[in-house]
């Protein structure tokens, strides 16, 4: 395959997509110029890299260079014994018991939001459904890492600067072969990870400081410990949290986003989700409990994000010459893992086009591969925060859904842009209604 860069800077998940359709069940060889990649398109080759022979397939280098000059050596691009261990600390935080404890502040955070939404319902003004989101989002995952210790106001500007370094960074995931001098915007790049380490660094000492016991991650981080006894220190818990936010906000909010378009889309699958909220949560603050039983719920937000996978590309770098199902990748490779083409592959989805929510029942769950549905990776490097962003999700849902409907402006394009997640290209223009 040569001379593929160009159309993969046009629609990579699109052009992946094809290839895999062209040759099924083969790794592909593709050629991007300065160097070898690899594109699984069968679920055990996905299998064999992120599950059987995970230790050899690495993060470092590659795509995940320029990301992790802002996430350091967090959870998402920390490799050998040192991701080991605070995986191992951090897990225990990620426990369903554990996160019940975070629905009552995430659910005020989203009735917090409500009026303003509701105001602009009233107003009859078209809104940016994805901006709403990443800034709902943001305030969610803000408020469950530092409590109270943040004021409304720091969060929105520790979530601005945060942004601009995303946004500078996902310029540079396909461009990481290049001298970070060259690339535009690596001054505002590095002037805000500077303004993020101060900021963060801050809540760090001063949590330190006073001692408090508080409910929120960063209390549970700072009593997090490994084998041995011994916690983080202050550099590796601004990694960790830099990583939180920098992991799990775009990817909860896109999530959302593509949900509430897909609903709009399907009146008959909205109207059956509203019934469930209705039934199960009513007027009422949703516990955990409930959250547990929206089972419909959980089905849409598992469809929303086999077609729109936040998260669409997972890449490795191959270690040591290896062979994939029977295919020889040699050392310094990159493969290529793409939910994109997992969750859109007809041997294992009919219709994949189509939104069909009852696609996840436990039934026709089970006669599919582990690995042709993966929107949070898998085997030992899996999302640590899977359980947290679907409960979150089930909130946001329940609670705008019983006070508001979303109808998409007529003639506002929707399409798919990959970056390092995949999104709305002009965003999601949509109208709020009053139920
Ligand atoms: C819909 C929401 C989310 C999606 C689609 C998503 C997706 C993913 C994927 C695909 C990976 C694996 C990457 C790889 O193997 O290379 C991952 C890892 C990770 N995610 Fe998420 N994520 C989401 C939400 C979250 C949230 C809410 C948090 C934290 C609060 C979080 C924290 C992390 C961390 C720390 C890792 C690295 C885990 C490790 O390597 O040990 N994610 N996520």
Redesign the pocket.
Known sequence: MVGLLPALARDAPSLLRQLARQYPGELIELDLGLTRAYLATHPEQVQYV?HDNWRNFG?EGGMWKPIGRLLGN???TAGGDE?LRN?RRMQPLFSSRQLAGLVDRMFDVVEGDLPRLEERARAGAVVDMDKEMMQLTQRV?LATMFGVSITPREADSLGEVLLVAIQALNARMFLYFMPDRLLPGERALRDAIARIDEAILRLVRERRRSKEERDDLLSLLLRARDESGSGMDDRQLRDELV??FI??NE??AI?MTWLFYLLDRNPGIERKLRAEIEEVVGDRRPTAADLSRMEYTKMVIQEA?RMY???WL?PRTVKEDDQICGYPVPAGATVILS?YVMHHDPAFWEAPAEFDPERFTPERSASRPRYSY????GGP??????L??IM??QIVIAVLLRRLRMRLVPGHPVSPQAVATLRPRHGLKMTLHAV
């Open positions: 992120l993060k967090g959870l998402v991701w995986r995952i990583t939180m992991a799990g990817t909860t999530t994000m996978p936040p998260s997972v939910q993966m929107p949070f990776g490097r899996q999302c640590i925060g899977n947290f962003s979150e999700a």
